[in-house]
């Protein structure tokens, strides 16, 4: 008999959240300032940083389809610990980076960790809840992770006012065990996985995957939503000092503004957001995302000087308030419809939507800000609205437990564990 129930131990829970919230710390130190900290760290230039760091990129989307496998086979526990102790040891490694080869191995198991964390850490919350506690696992983790991702960046602040590359190199030490104490907390967590039907062979997995066509949908409706959010960091910036005229100082405060809100109302929106059904509040949240977006394409013909700073803030709360609205429902359709043993195939593929969408977005960000002012805000109403509609689509083909938190399988079996 599986070992869990719907509702995991205090202590279990405790554990993932400290795990969640430590690891985040590590995303906020480095995420902000890869191409500076990988500069500094191995002296190359930064076209070879750029380029490493893209491929590095690269061949970690070609490495998903194994993650799936490997979570499949050994449970989302085992290959989160193992994903996290790659961070540790790639991060430890960097100062020892003398050449573009090895630099290029490092980005490597680094690009490997990080795209490999996402899908692993939720089929842990799925293995170990189910139902509506899973989407307040969920929920806690989005959450803390925003948090810890606004602490990280502070850290990475402080570790910078240290003079010449002391500042990087102690970013390298803090963020090997910065992953390495997560991988410790993860371990601690019971393993609840040890009857799960596993499938015979990997093509027949990624078969039953393939062909489920309202997965697909919903994964396909997040690859157009993810754009909405990778603009805030490399687009908003931008459109703020450049067509809007703010000072970068008030510029980053939008970025800010939106942490701090998410990380303390992420939980209280998330029980608001799932209390009707998942692609219904889901496709809410796009649609006040397309709103922002429309919002934000006005800005400058209406607003300048002190009233734009108040008009932005107010947009800013806008888009963070669709945020709210889509992340907890469409992160927890993803797992829910997926079934418990191919989840980590299922979630790796979903990842994709994340990770393309991730390596995609500076170019077509980029050729959208030289096109004009509008035409950005524009395109991305219209990707969002896209995936909005997808979402109500896919609706009617999905399984019941996966569409509304009131209903659940009706037997584990039908998840794909044995009984």
């Not at 003079?163 to 410790?184: D, K, R, Y």
């Not at 980053?252 to 209280?268: E, R």
Request: aromatic letters at 8%; glycine letters at 8%.
């Amino acid at each position: 008999m599986r070992s869990t129930s719907a509702e995991p131990g205090v202590r279990t829970r405790r554990r993932l959240i400290a795990a969640s919230l430590v690891s985040s710390i590590g995303d906020g130190i480095y995420v902000p300032l890869t191409m500076l900290f990988v500069h500094s760290l191995t002296g190359l230039s930064l076209t070879s940083t750029g380029a490493g760091l893209t491929v590095a990129g690269l061949c970690a989307l070609a490495f998903m389809p194994a993650a799936g496998v490997l979570i499949d086979r050994f449970g989302g526990r085992r290959v989160l610990i193992g994903v996290l102790a790659l961070r540790a040891i790639g991060f430890a490694a960097y100062p020892f980076a003398d050449s573009f080869p090895a630099f290029l191995a490092i980005a490597l198991v680094v690009a490997v960790g990080m795209w490999a964390s996402s899908p692993s850490q939720h089929t842990l919350i799925g293995e170990i809840a189910e139902g509506a506690e899973r989407d307040r696992l969920l929920a806690w983790d989005r959450s803390l992770r925003n948090a810890g991702m606004g602490c990280g960046s502070l850290a990475a602040a402080g570790m910078l006012m240290l003079n010449g590359s002391a500042g990087f190199i102690a970013a390298a030490e803090v963020l090997a065990m910065v992953f390495a104490v997560a991988a410790v907390l993860v371990a601690r967590i019971p393993n609840v996985r040890s009857d799960v039907k596993r499938p015979e062979r990997t093509r027949d997995g990624y078969r039953q995957v393939l062909a489920d066509r309202p997965y697909l949908l919903i994964t396909a409706a997040n690859f157009l939503i993810a754009f909405g959010y990778t603009t805030q960091a490399m687009a908003l910036p931008v459109f703020l000092t450049r067509d809007v005229g703010m000072p970068d100082a008030l510029a980053g405060a939008v970025f800010a503004v939106n942490t701090a809100l998410v990380a303390a109302l992420g939980v209280p929106a998330a029980r608001l957001a799932l209390r009707g059904r998942r692609p219904r509040a889901a496709a809410l949240g796009a649609a006040i995302f397309a709103l922002s977006f429309a919002a934000f394409a006005v800005l400058p013909q209406f607003v300048s000087g002190p009233d734009a700073i108040v008009a932005v803030l107010a947009v800013a709360v806008l888009y963070t308030v669709g945020e709210l609205v889509h992340s907890a429902p469409s992160q927890g359709l993803s797992v829910q419809a997926a079934p418990d043993h191919l989840r980590g195939r299922y979630l790796s593929v979903y990842q994709l939507s994340w990770s393309v969408c991730r390596t995609i977005a500076p170019m077509l960000l980029g050729f959208l800000l030289d096109a004009g002012q509008w035409q950005l805000w524009t395109f991305l109403a219209l990707l969002v609205l896209t995936g909005a509609a997808i979402l109500l689509y896919a609706e009617r083909s999905l399984p019941a437990h996966a569409v509304s938190t009131s209903q659940a399988p009706t037997t584990t079996a039908s998840q794909g564990a044995t009984a």
